[in-house]
């Protein structure tokens, strides 16, 4: 089989995380990134053989390293550009190389749903964007909402959710953004978070609110969620644990933390001690009438990772979402069916 | 007028707090406060010149200063006892010390609500408070859930709250702590926090969560309040401006995080840089439906100090509710009616 | 006696504190400050009654308080400004404002030392700096080195000192700023520091290196100190006792830290818990051989508050540096010879 | 030939990551690791097909999965077991189980230097240890000291060390310890870590002073290192360059911090994002004189593993220094002879 030549823009957070789970795809090859600056990503990528581009202004020059040509060399040489530019480069991106190259485009929710004709978390709307040219995969946040949400809804139907999100105030790698020391409510209601929720779950109303706090680590939320039919604790449980890319955590076994996540995670062999799955404790699952309370942990870094590569199969239409899901997940590490054992 | 007499039992972050607010009162007279181990704080109080009495086993000999007497020597000069020792030794104190020697006491909200006959937060029952020998002020979340709380509840009637409580992770004194890079949910669901809310708000249904956080500033609360009676953003705003102990402020003037409210209460010349009133961030309440969301930050280690003021005279029932708060708020510098200006 | 009439460019962290200080002088008068942006601090000096006066592009219309001129019309109304703008907006403003209005002017150390004609610390130079138009206070890390290695360069000669400076990431309402969780080393030999002391003891040879961390509180340096004669730890610690602004602090009174220090400056009253004295540890005061290695805690946002007061008397040449000094320390609560007590 | 049977008293932060190593070394095999706790690490260790053993008073039962006998039946199949019970608990192994069985044992640097016969650093004493039956690995921050103060000392030969360890207030995912904000000294002169080189470098002078700062990541040490000869920056960059499990990093490829070196070693493929080098900033060299300056940063979780692979084979004497750390290095991804790109 042919295997789908993928390019990727851009080579930070999440570009090399998406470079690294492309070469591990059967069905795909990495032609090459670009890169900007000079710094040990870029570095790294070098090391590993990856073709290396560039675009404007890049500063990669008098380092050493093999520049292959500029972006649009690279967009010529491939099936599909995932743009993982920082926001909100990947709409100026779309304008001004991938539009005039004819080039189908897979953009990170940091973009604005505008970017591109569909939203996508593969398993809520994987269907819906089969051979669509732009598609925008979701936020870290809205993919975890969409996640366990969606199980949710599908089972029980969602009236209306209420969700606190506790957010990272910056990336582990990140040493100029803080705060050290406070809390800092996002004043705005609602946070964005809820409405982009929308974009791949429509019927779904939730309201958000939002706070960073002086953590590198995960993103965590708590989620008031009020459901058409009365949900017990076991049930919920037993959802978690069968949706995919969803993981359920224990108390019992002393994951108390989104520390202790992070170190299970890298206990577990997750590649950079990343964690894909979205994490539900257990003993923080609650059910008071028809609302179904829970705690989730999101991984920034990670978590649409899986997504970028299902977003790859849906745009060019390969597959259905199950075989591709299944394929991520296998490739990646990622249990078929949520976290069986503890 | 006589004044009252009163002891303070630990002195700690509310004890010390607790007997310099009693110093400031017309109506109060610090008889002494007791100490344990030798430390800054002792050495503060005896800097200041109030007695130190002992309680066993404690380490406060040979360090230069005078010992008055043990707790015993200090309940027969009193007319009432603060116990300020760290939960749960109040409710060891009273059997101990307190009821032998047929003394009336305040306990702190760390404390299980039996340990008093009653628990208190002023602007909500200081009449049912009246005259009673044991009463227990709620913790300084409970405190900021009562103050704002009882307002909404007086205007519009509550059907349902749920809370998320953003805790910081130790006081600013304590090294010893951590979270350092960690959110921390707490796996129980409800968190204490709900329940102990109607000990003094006893009609309001609640369900809380809670999370700890690597801060030591603030705890910070997101609230959803279905209400009985459809509010209105503004009629919120003016609801926490008139209410006692609230204060509004405003991303507007640039507080947005628990750091620049911290910094505020320096600015407005609160002792300690303390803020003892509950703040309501103006741009985060909002209203959906009969809901009303808002956000509100608690500085732990003040708000209850006025209260336990205000409970001395309750306890002694030397005059109402308004009279003691309109007294306490003056001698401490807190605005009668909440903040009037930005 | 006529008092010296001060304006204060710029109100933010130094600036606020200036104003505080100023208005405790018998012999001065706070004309009016600066402002510029909306934001608490500016309505936190129009509550106090403070005259403010704008600078070009500022944005103080409209909030509901009268604005009583432009900086050229403070100017014309001064004796002296104290300029605490952000760096390095000092330089500019002095050619743009101070010297068009032959203004004496005092400046922080942020600046670069040819701000002005001196830098100043008024235990080791303000003799020097007596009747200069425009003087330099230094900054916060080097007016900490100033203070004690003047008294230790006065008793047994300095040789050489190599120090490290673990320094706060940000201050403590700064929320913008990190690191969250990294130590981030200053990677330049030496850092600036150690220069900037020769600028105020010229005679003294230090090389320093640097290092930020997760913290708000205060700058710890470690020194090593090799003297021209044989330091002993007890005569140590007796010119430690004896320095003007330093004080001796115990980890025998759990003073283990830097947060125990702030702590300490909120119960001995301090305004905002600020502590204007450089704080050593006893108990990490050594002697290996001709050399003295001490830690000592700066506290960034209030040690050179007392300096800007003194540096106007300095430069009105008003009197002695003895005479300010003593005046200075007086009005705002610090002890005349560091910390006697524990 | 005939494997070396391995057995890990103790599955934490140390034992866990030796588990891992062990079972990468061709010469080796992992007989099985004790649990006490059930948690996380154990349920790993469990999944990866590890046996599991049991120490008196183990919560192990319960949980659904085998325990293969007690640490005496593992004593019985091993040729050599490692120690990495939480300190000091080391001596106390050995007095109880070891020296019973008349095992072989490796300790870790939390014991104290009594509880072996040598202590151990590959590449400074390696030869000394063959044959040993009771070796002491050093301490992290010793072995960080032991790998490039001991290139130095061959070099140059070093008269004299100063050193400032700002160390990680606690692991990653320790969610107990703090502190949250603050610099904590040790208020102890000097700190331990001085002495301890000594029992590796025993002729090298060492005076080192230490503080706990809000980190969880690495520690870092300032060493200022009077030398018999002077040294350049060049050369130092060089022998930094050929030591083995040391690492040059770059400010100049944006690694300008624990956080981004943790970043780099995720980046570069290491196992758990661990790195295992001792990484000396480039930019941060500095040479005075005969005095050479340096900043390195110390993973505290992971320098150490190598040196217990290497302690195996001196302690059973199978090999040399040079061929030991040849095969250690290869099986864990360590370049032979630092880092040789940026």
């Given at each position: 089989m042919k295997k789908i030549r993928v390019g990727i823009m851009g080579f930070g957070t999440i570009g090399k995380r998406v470079a690294d789970a492309v070469m591990k795809q059967?069905?795909?090859?990495?032609?090459g990134v670009t890169g900007r600056s000079h710094n040990w990503r870029i570095r790294s990528a070098h090391r590993k053989g990856i073709p290396i581009y560039t675009i404007p202004?890049?500063?990669?020059?008098?380092?050493g390293f093999k520049l292959e040509g500029t972006i649009q060399d690279l967009l010529k040489k491939v099936d599909i550009i995932i743009d993982c530019a920082p926001k909100p480069k990947g709409k100026e991106n779309r304008a001004k190389y991938y539009e005039p190259a004819k080039m189908k485009a897979i953009y990170q929710?940091?973009?604005?749903?505008?970017?591109?004709e569909v939203s996508f978390t593969a398993q809520c709307n994987y269907d819906e964007c089969r051979g669509k040219d732009h598609i925008r995969v979701v936020s870290c946040n809205t993919t975890g909402l969409a996640r366990t949400l969606g199980a949710i809804h599908t089972k029980y139907g969602i009236k209306e959710v209420y969700a606190t999100m506790i957010r990272r105030?910056?990336?582990?790698?990140?040493?100029?953004?803080?705060?050290?020391?406070a809390v800092v409510p996002v004043?705005?209601?609602?946070?964005?978070h809820g409405p982009d929720l929308k974009t791949v779950l429509p019927d779904v109303e939730i309201f958000t609110t939002a706070l960073s706090v002086s953590s590198t680590l995960m993103h965590v939320h708590t989620i008031t969620c009020e459901c058409k039919k009365t949900p017990t604790v076991e049930e919920a449980v037993e959802i978690f644990k069968k949706t995919p890319r969803v993981r359920v955590v224990y108390n019992e076994s002393l994951v108390r933390s989104t520390a202790e996540i992070m170190e299970l995670a890298k206990d577990w062999g997750y590649p950079r001690g990343d964690m894909p799955e979205i994490c539900v404790w257990k003993e923080a699952i609650g059910v008071v009438g028809n609302k179904l309370l829970y705690l989730q942990a999101i991984h920034q870094e990670s978590d649409v990772v899986c997504e970028n590569i299902d977003a790859i199969r849906a745009a060019l239409d390969v597959c259905d979402a199950e075989t591709s899901m299944q394929k991520t997940n296998e490739s990646l590490g990622i249990p078929q069916h949520g976290m069986v054992e503890k």
């Open positions: 059967e069905d795909m090859e990495l032609i202004d890049h500063q990669l020059d008098g380092h929710g940091g973009e604005k749903p505008d970017v591109g105030g910056a990336d582990p790698w990140d040493i100029r953004h803080g705060p050290i020391n004043l705005e209601l609602p946070s964005h």
